[in-house]
């Protein structure tokens, strides 16, 4: 089954720096999702790429997508404390596997 | 903007007890998903439910679990005669379309089970 590999596991870095989360994966994909998690929370989703974009934005967030590598790539510009959570990718259709996810600290 | 709500936030019950968490899906949503997460663990699929029958399974998804739509906004996983390992925390999901179709699936706050 499809299943998207985070990297790294943790990321700790200063409010106002950029935080770049990796996800690889082996399987073609129709497309791919990034999440967050507080922590003892829900997943919120952030955005949702498809196999025919190579990048879209949200506000502070970039994702890039690149399909012969088969990877993907969360960018969050200008880091906030409140950015501090878990960031999954996730693929599939109704069933969405998740990987372990980056724990991104942002220290003020 | 719209969300997936989900009850009880937390539930704590004895061993061998039924429990059923309530989750009511954005209004016109058609797909509807149970996920859970033990603690530490990553998040994993349960079941998908489309059209008012179950579309898709996972193995964990065994005769123990049923989810149901009983009424045009409510959908419900009920848990039998539950185990210590079931004690998780369990989320509802629902999205537009298949996500296969470049629909999002958003997910609720999750309910909290501990089984003791």
């Known amino acids: 089954s499809q299943q998207g590999e985070e990297d790294p596991q943790a990321l700790s870095i200063q409010e106002g720096e950029n935080a770049t989360m990796n996800c690889s994966y082996k399987t073609s994909i129709n497309n791919l999702q990034w999440y967050r998690q507080n922590s003892g929370r829900g997943l919120v989703h952030l955005i949702l790429?498809?196999?025919?974009?190579r990048e879209k934005h949200s506000g502070r967030l970039r994702v890039t997508l690149d399909t012969s590598k088969k990877s993907s790539s969360l960018l969050i510009t200008a880091s906030r404390a409140a950015d501090t959570a878990s960031y999954f990718c996730a693929l599939g259709a109704q069933k969405l596997v998740f990987g372990q996810g980056t724990r991104l600290t942002i220290n003020p | 903007e719209p969300e997936v709500t989900q009850t009880p936030s937390h539930q704590v019950t004895q061993m061998g007890q039924e429990v059923i968490l309530r989750c009511v899906p954005i209004s016109n949503h058609l797909y509807f998903y149970w996920y859970r997460q033990i603690l530490g663990q990553k998040v994993e699929f349960l079941v998908s439910?489309?059209?008012?029958?179950?579309?898709?399974k996972s193995e964990i998804f065994d005769d123990q679990f049923s989810v149901e739509r009983p009424d045009g906004s409510n959908f419900t996983l009920k848990i039998r005669s539950t185990k210590l390992e079931d004690s998780a925390m369990y989320f509802c999901?629902?999205?537009?379309?298949?996500?296969?179709?470049?629909?999002?699936?958003?997910f609720g706050e999750g309910s909290w089970l501990t089984v003791v």
């Open positions: 790429i498809r196999s025919n974009e």
């Open positions: 999901a629902s999205s537009e379309g298949q996500g296969n179709s470049g629909n999002t699936i958003y």
């Open positions: 439910f489309y059209n008012n029958e179950i579309s898709e």
